[in-house]
C-alpha cells in the first residue's frame, strides 16, 4: 500500500492504520500502540490528551511543558501530637500539617521498603516530593527508619515552619530524603 489505509489484522485481534505502507498505530480492544517504526513519536496538535485510568508513564526522552504550568491533586493530613510516623500513604497524599505539642517533637519516616512499594518508585532515581507543615508550638526533628536516610541529619522544622520533602529512590531498597526547611 503506497497511501494511507487501514489493514485489519484478524489473527491477532487487531487495526493497523498504516501512512504509505508503514503500521503507524494498531489498536486492540485493549490499547492503541504506535510501533518503533515510528520514530518521530505522538503529536497532538488540538483538545489535549486526557488520560482517563491507568496513568501515564514516559520511559524515555523526558517531558518538556512548553506552555502553562503543571497541576496536581493534594489531599492534607492532619496529624496533632507530639511525634508522629510518616508513612507512605502521607507522601503520597502530599501535604502534611502536624501540630507539634508537648514539647519537641519527632517525625519517623517509613521504612524504604514501604516508600518504594506505596508511592510507587519503580526505578533509582526516580523522586517525589511532599510538603511538611509544622504548624504547632514545638520544634520537630525528622528520624530515619530501615533504608532510609537523611541527606541532611538531624534536619528540624522550628515552630511554624514548613519544609519540601524530596523523596529519591537510590537503590531496591534504599531512599534518601531531602529537607528542604524555611
Given at each position: 500500500?503506497s497511501g494511507f489505509g487501514f489493514r485489519r489484522d484478524i489473527a491477532n485481534s487487531r487495526l493497523i492504520v498504516e501512512v504509505a505502507g508503514t503500521g503507524v498505530i494498531q489498536a486492540t480492544t485493549t490499547a492503541?500502540?504506535?510501533?518503533?517504526?515510528?520514530?518521530?513519536?505522538?503529536?497532538?496538535?488540538?483538545?489535549?490528551?486526557?488520560?482517563?485510568?491507568?496513568?501515564?508513564?514516559?520511559?524515555?526522552?523526558?517531558?518538556?511543558?512548553?506552555?502553562?504550568?503543571?497541576?496536581?491533586?493534594?489531599?492534607?493530613?492532619?496529624?496533632?501530637?507530639?511525634?508522629?510516623?510518616?508513612?507512605?500513604?502521607?507522601?503520597?497524599?502530599?501535604?502534611?500539617?502536624?501540630?507539634?505539642?508537648?514539647?519537641?517533637?519527632?517525625?519517623?519516616?517509613?521504612?524504604?521498603?514501604?516508600?518504594?512499594?506505596?508511592?510507587?518508585?519503580?526505578?533509582?532515581?526516580?523522586?517525589?516530593?511532599?510538603?511538611?507543615?509544622?504548624?504547632?508550638?514545638?520544634?520537630?526533628?525528622?528520624?530515619?527508619?530501615?533504608?532510609?536516610?537523611?541527606?541532611?541529619?538531624?534536619?528540624?522544622?522550628?515552630?511554624?515552619?514548613?519544609?519540601?520533602?524530596?523523596?529519591?529512590?537510590?537503590?531496591?531498597?534504599?531512599?534518601?530524603?531531602?529537607?528542604?526547611?524555611?
Amino acid at each position: 500500500m503506497s497511501g494511507f489505509g487501514f489493514r485489519r489484522d484478524i489473527a491477532n485481534s487487531r487495526l493497523i492504520v498504516e501512512v504509505a505502507g508503514t503500521g503507524v498505530i494498531q489498536a486492540t480492544t485493549t490499547a492503541v500502540t504506535i510501533p518503533a517504526a515510528v520514530t518521530s513519536g505522538l503529536t497532538i496538535v488540538a483538545g489535549g490528551l486526557a488520560v482517563t485510568a491507568g496513568g501515564l508513564t514516559i520511559t524515555a526522552g523526558g517531558l518538556t511543558l512548553v506552555e502553562g504550568r503543571f497541576t496536581e491533586l493534594l489531599t492534607v493530613v492532619d496529624d496533632n501530637s507530639q511525634n508522629m510516623t510518616l508513612a507512605a500513604a502521607d507522601i503520597v497524599a502530599g501535604i502534611n500539617v502536624h501540630t507539634s505539642a508537648t514539647g519537641p517533637g519527632t517525625v519517623t519516616v517509613d521504612t524504604a521498603a514501604n516508600i518504594i512499594a506505596g508511592v510507587p518508585l519503580t526505578a533509582n532515581g526516580q523522586c517525589i516530593v511532599s510538603y511538611y507543615i509544622n504548624d504547632g508550638d514545638q520544634t520537630v526533628t525528622f528520624a530515619v527508619a530501615a533504608g532510609t536516610t537523611i541527606a541532611d541529619t538531624g534536619n528540624t522544622v522550628l515552630i511554624n515552619e514548613s519544609a519540601v520533602l524530596l523523596w529519591r529512590r537510590v537503590s531496591g531498597s534504599a531512599v534518601v530524603l531531602y529537607i528542604v526547611s524555611s
